[in-house]
């Protein structure tokens, strides 16, 4: 089974840029994405990534902001988050999918990002 260890979340002001890390060990995934979750409100996505690279998505509130990038030779998602805003303060959740055309139906504890004015 595979193991999804997101880290790097903190609180930080509005403005300033974070990088999320999260290391998958135990399967080989193939397409990984980010979520978040805010309190009182649903899992929303942020953005996802092949196991290639060259295809990336992200959501509408974060594009131009976040990128999303992986280095499979460790096992390693990331998400660089800039200019961050207060609306961007949310558990992050790394997800992954575990064969092609699986869906991002695995997923990691999450990370508490906190943004504040």
């Known amino acids: 089974q595979v193991q999804l260890v997101e880290s790097g979340g903190a609180l930080v002001r509005t403005g300033d840029s974070l990088r999320l890390s999260c290391a998958a060990s135990?399967?080989?995934?193939?397409?990984m994405g980010w979520f978040r979750q805010d309190a009182g409100k649903e899992r929303e996505f942020v953005a996802a990534?092949?196991?290639?690279?060259?295809?990336?998505h992200y959501a509408d509130s974060v594009k131009g902001r976040f990128t999303i990038s992986r280095d499979n030779a460790k096992n390693t998602v990331y998400l660089q988050m800039n200019s961050l805003k207060t609306e961007d303060t949310a558990v992050y959740y790394c997800?992954?999918?575990?064969?092609?055309?699986?869906?991002?139906?695995?997923w990691g504890k999450g990370t508490l990002v906190t943004v504040s004015s």
């Open positions: 997800a992954a999918e575990l064969e092609v055309g699986g869906g991002l139906n695995y």
């Open positions: 990534i092949n196991w290639s690279g060259d295809e990336r």
């Open positions: 135990g399967h080989t995934t193939y397409g």
